[in-house]
């Protein structure tokens, strides 16, 4: 058989900044009906690891973005799913929003803390607990989805700290609220700097190499949107350029989670949702332009792909490189490795 490669990106040396432009938005597949309220995502060891929303199980669940099955799950033997809302990770550890608070009336928020080591190697882990509440929050009387105390949004922001950001039911101003990593009991205050959202914020993600936030979102018509934070000074993220995105070749899509692929590659949930519409849950992506390669700087002009079709292996000649990844057509990563040999075979 024969393969006609189509993107190959190499990696090679620090790339050039840009300004940031979305594009290339497509609706992958279909989430499977377990994952029908899938509300939050990372990306871990080229899988996709979700959630589902509040009264759900306590479980993790890994994604094959190419297949789209469920591969595994994992279950966290000490907490309870009141309403998991988002996920983010750092190097060791894989943090899980338990901050969902539609009628803004909580008084046990938590983020389960759970060991990168420990997830993947059994399929029932302890977590640690951080708790907080919110220090500028005085009235806790029950307003159901006209609150300002409801949060869907969490970073790893530093190797300290999380923000958690809020879903600001009454008027789209968003804040952002700093809390350590360490297990404990915590009252935040919110960050300097707020976001006038005009919608509601319900995910976000930081680009380890960029150092921009990425917050999804959708409006009061179920239009989803991206707003881009970048130039902020320090931990206030809303202080420097904020940009917003409608993702208008969605239509309507109740999108709930977004996480960091790659420098320029991110992965989107929606939630299933039935109404006066109704719509199934979905793997969404889209691209950036913010880490491009400079074929000046890293003479790509000269490197040597071979043959086109291949039957068995590609080879790559005439440059220098620290890996090479193959995407398919959907940018999915299909493969990442170090040689200048690629066994092609595995893909048919």
């Excluded at 938590?110 to 220090?135: H, L, P, R």
């Excluded at 935040?188 to 999804?216: F, M, W």
Aim: with cysteine; proline share 4%.
């Amino acid at each position: 058989m024969k393969y006609l490669f189509v993107v190959i990106g190499i990696l090679i040396s620090i790339p050039n900044m840009v300004q940031g432009q979305i594009s290339n938005v497509v609706e992958k597949f279909p989430l499977p009906s377990t994952l029908s309220e899938s509300s939050g995502a990372i990306f871990f060891n080229s899988k996709l690891i979700t959630h589902n929303d509040s009264g759900n199980a306590n479980k993790l669940y890994e994604l094959d973005t190419i297949s789209g099955s469920i591969t595994r799950d994992v279950a966290i033997s000490n907490a309870t799913n009141v309403d998991w809302e988002d996920i983010t990770q750092d190097e060791t550890s894989i943090f899980i929003g338990d901050i969902g608070n539609n009628s803004g009336n909580r008084t046990n928020l938590k983020i389960y803390k759970i060991s990168k080591t420990d997830y993947s190697n059994t399929a029932n882990v302890t977590a640690e607990v951080i708790s907080f509440s919110y220090a500028d929050q005085v009235n806790f009387t029950p307003n159901t989805n006209n609150t300002e105390w409801d949060a869907e949004a969490l970073i790893s922001f530093d190797a300290n700290n999380l923000i958690v950001f809020t879903k600001n039911w009454v008027n789209g101003t968003t804040k952002g609220y700093l809390i350590p990593k360490t297990p404990g009991t915590y009252a935040p205050s919110p960050l300097p700097t707020t976001l006038s959202s005009e919608g509601l914020i319900t995910g976000a993600t930081l680009n380890p190499s960029t150092g921009k936030l990425y917050l999804i979102g959708y409006s009061n018509i179920l239009q989803p949107f991206v707003w881009v934070c970048e130039n902020f000074n320090g931990n206030d993220v809303f202080s420097g350029t904020n940009t917003k995105t409608n993702l208008s070749s969605l239509s309507f899509e109740q999108a709930e989670a977004i996480t960091y692929v790659d420098d320029n590659r991110y992965f989107v949930t929606s939630e299933s949702f039935s109404n006066i519409i109704s719509d199934d849950a979905k793997l969404i992506a889209f691209s950036t332009n913010d880490a491009v390669l400079s074929s000046t700087e890293t003479g790509l002009e000269s490197a040597l792909l071979y043959p086109n079709p291949v039957t068995d292996y590609l080879y790559v000649k005439n440059i220098l490189f620290d890996s090479i990844e193959i995407y398919d057509s959907r940018q999915v990563k299909l493969y990442e490795g170090t040689r200048n040999r690629i066994d092609m075979s595995r893909f048919s």
